[in-house]
């Protein structure tokens, strides 16, 4: 089957905005409140295998602050800590703080031009996707995407694969017509659980992880002058990820007992 669509995580594959935007954010919200909690850059990291804000700030609370869950109305507050650090989060999107990953604006414009259909499947919120588009891309830059699968549209989040299958639906195409790119193990086992071929592109802090079942492995896209760096898969000889290198990986990933990489 010909690869048709390319469905993009965002936060960690789009742009390394865990460390230097959510974090922070979450920081200055918990600082607004009077909550005395600091998610220093190594928690964080062990805070993100948890999926969604509002689910992050109810782990931590469990491990760390169990009075706070003891509080009347304590729901309403983690919504509203979640729209304070949202709000922050937008501010610094808005002043140019969170570019995104190398080739992944080469990658978009080349596949718009080569006709594939573009969509997002993610936990954050539409708010931040769209915020991260239009800072980096122009004010019309979420038009690129047919379907945005963002933050609460599924009960379930990853590493359920309900996100994709919402995604898929409203694409009106099955899961061998796409390829996912994802940054986490959380998001391949989404991906996977959907039936989609999946290219990781990992950052500082998902490198680590195990990523069996991908068709490749990356710690970057590439960019002129400056090769992708390949982890794990069989780039030929492409020196940076485009289209037609994603179409040699979804083939070779919708080849039965291909067996991906590890």
Not at 8 to 35: I, K, M, S
Not at 50 to 61: C, D, L, Q, S, Y
Not at 99 to 110: D, Q
């Amino acid at each position: 089957m010909e690869l048709e669509a390319v469905i993009f995580d965002v936060d960690g594959t789009l742009a390394d905005t865990e460390r230097d935007g959510h974090r922070p954010a979450f920081n200055a919200a918990f600082a607004e409140v009077g909550l005395d909690w600091h998610w220093n850059d190594v928690l964080y990291g062990e805070l993100l295998a948890i999926t969604g804000g509002k689910e992050r700030i109810r782990a931590f609370a469990q491990l760390h602050d169990p009075d706070f869950l003891a509080r009347p109305g304590v729901e309403d507050a983690i919504r509203d800590i979640h729209a304070r650090k949202t709000r922050h989060y937008l501010a610094q999107l808005e002043g140019g703080g969170i570019p995104l990953r190398p080739g992944i604006a080469r990658l978009l414009a080349e596949a718009r031009q080569r006709g594939l259909h573009l969509a997002i499947a993610t936990t954050t919120t539409a708010d931040n996707v769209i915020g991260l588009l239009r800072a980096n891309l122009g004010p019309n830059a979420d038009g690129w995407f047919e379907v945005i699968g963002a933050g609460d549209v599924v009960a379930s989040k990853k590493p359920a694969p309900d996100i994709y299958h919402w995604v898929l639906e409203r694409l009106e195409l099955g899961p061998g017509a796409c390829l996912a790119l994802e940054d986490s193990a959380n998001g391949l086992a989404a991906s996977l659980g959907a039936g989609i071929v999946t290219v990781v592109l990992v950052n500082e802090y998902t490198r680590n992880q195990a990523f069996s079942g991908a068709v490749a492995v990356l710690f970057d896209l590439g960019e002129a002058g400056k090769p992708c760096r390949v982890l794990a898969g069989d780039a030929g000889e492409h020196g940076l990820v485009d289209v037609d290198l994603l179409r040699r990986w979804h083939h070779l990933g919708s080849i039965p007992a291909s067996g991906g990489c590890n």
